[in-house]
Each structure stands twice: as C-alpha cells, then as structure tokens.
C-alpha cells in the first residue's frame, strides 16, 4: 500500500493557460473523488468516480473542468483556461467499496498558482 | 452555506493536558462523522470517526463523541504530545452520499 500519489505536487501556470493533474489511487480502491481546498477553508468536493464511472459533480466544477477515469485506475483533473481562483491545493482521495461508513485516504495534493 | 463548522480558528494546550477540539452541523441527515489531522505539505489524514448510532467512539488517546440532539461533536486527544500540532477538520456524510462536507479547521498547538 503505498497511498494515493498525485503528480505534479506544484503547478505554476499563467492566466488562460490548460493543466492537467493526475491521481493515482491505492490500488484495490474503487471509488476516486476529487476535492478542492482554498486557504483557510476545508477541502471542498468536486466530483466522484466509482470504478471508470463519474458518478457525482458538484457545481463548483464548472464547465472548465473536467476530470477523467477511463480504466478504473488513475485519474486525470484537467482545467481549461485558467484564472486565478482556480489557484487552489486540489486533493484526491479514494476508498474501496467495502460498505456505507469507509473513510477517505487522501493524498498530499496539486498545489496550484495560477499568475 | 457552511454544513459543518469549526467555530475556533486555534487552540493551545500545554503537553500532557487535554485537547479538545469542537465541530457543529446543521444537516440532520448527516450519519458518519470524521476526524481528519493535516501537517504541511501532506494531505489529510484519516483520525477517527463515528456513525450516528453511536455517541462515543475511542481509538487510543483519541476519543470522538457525538451529540445528535445538539448536531455536535468533539475530539478528545489526553494526553497531548507536541507531534499532535497539526490542523484538525471535522467533516460529515449524509446517508446515501458519497462526497465528505469539511469543517475550516482548527489548528492545534501543543506546548512542549
């Protein structure tokens, strides 16, 4: 088990430019979600994968989002046209399908700068 | 509109005392609370959690109580150790749902 990896850990980019995120979760999970986390506030939802399936969007992900899973392993976050309230920690977490009450292992993160 | 709320930005305890950390909620249908601790740098992590049917859940020094009357919960930690400094969220899943509503944090330091 070697938890959830995410690539790259920091991001510059500048204003109008697209990024690409990528998670890989613990292996044996199959639930993937994505979450967004602007200082001094908690992380935020953003949108949930079972297996290769994008169950669940939260309209914080606005059409300049959008995230992918397509063989149920690693998933990819990407946003589109950026601007600086995209400048964010974006966190990905996963659990197995194991039952109703599974706590989430999150991994350290995308730190995002949009300049 | 924030479900879950950590109404102490901080809070200092000196090693060896108790740390008690607070969390409130609104959404009564809320059933599975968690306690999750963040260092610098690295993602949350996974502390301790409870479901709705039960009021006391304990892991070690790290006690989790929940009052469903009051939508209220709190995380004991005794005896408090320096390694315990660290960001503290709350967060809460309703029935059915798949996605965490998080607390703004509390950050914990202990006084060596």
């Known amino acids: 088990d070697t938890g959830v990896s995410q690539d790259p850990r920091h991001k510059i980019t500048k204003r109008g430019q697209n990024v690409t995120f990528r998670c890989d979760p613990i292996?044996?999970?199959?639930?993937l979600y994505w979450y967004r986390q602007t200082l001094g506030q908690g992380p935020e939802f953003l949108t949930y994968?079972?297996?290769?399936?994008?169950?669940?969007k939260s309209r914080l992900l606005s059409d300049r989002f959008s995230a992918e899973r397509p063989k149920g392993s690693f998933s990819t976050l990407e946003i589109q046209r950026t601007e600086q309230g995209d400048s964010a920690m974006y966190l990905c977490?996963?659990?197995?399908?194991?039952?109703?009450?599974?706590?989430?292992?999150f991994g350290n993160g995308t730190r995002l700068t949009v300049t | 509109d924030q479900q879950v709320k950590q109404n102490s930005p901080s809070l200092s305890v000196q090693e060896g005392r108790i740390s008690i950390l607070n969390c409130d909620y609104t959404?009564?249908?809320?059933?599975?609370f968690l306690w999750y601790k963040k260092y610098p740098a690295e993602g949350p992590t996974f502390l301790i959690s409870?479901?709705?049917?039960?009021d006391k859940n304990e892991d070690g020094r790290f006690t989790v109580f929940l009052n469903k009357s009051a939508k209220h919960l709190s995380l004991h930690i005794v005896p408090s150790q320096p390694g315990d400094s660290a960001v503290y969220f709350c967060?809460?899943?309703?029935?059915?749902?798949?996605?965490?509503?998080f607390g703004t944090g509390t950050r914990l330091t202990v006084i060596p």
């Open positions: 977490a996963s659990n197995p399908i194991v039952g109703r009450y599974v706590p989430l292992h």
């Open positions: 409870i479901s709705s049917i039960k």
């Open positions: 292996s044996e999970h199959n639930r």
């Open positions: 994968f079972q297996n290769e399936a994008q169950l669940e």
């Open positions: 959404n009564s249908m809320f059933d599975y």
């Open positions: 967060a809460a899943s309703g029935s059915g749902a798949n996605n965490l509503f």
